[in-house]
């Protein structure tokens, strides 16, 4: 219901079709209809078996973005979704570009 109704959308306003989804590995998103359902609504899927479990080379905003975002975003107790949307927003507009640039120089292409 989020993917379709709130991050989908979302995701084709900015980049239209040119966008690749890349799966983790939460349980809820290992779900037989999550899984069916990236394969039919997105352009280019990678699914887990595609890609190393945990692996930070392929992917620097899970291991370095993330991981300063979920930090700054957990200093507050967040009790509802609009919360949540909006400690995310502010973060991420808060977050130093230089943040983002050491991430990807860390990415081992």
Known sequence: MLLMQK?????RQISGNEFVFHQDSVPAHRVRETIELLHRETPDFISLEQCPLNSPDLNPVDYKIWATVQQRIYQ??????????QCLLNVWSSTEQDVIDASIDQWHV
Do not use: Y
């Open 7 to 11: 991050l989908l959308p979302v995701i």
């Open 76 to 85: 507050t107790k967040i009790r509802n979704v609009d919360k949540m949307r």
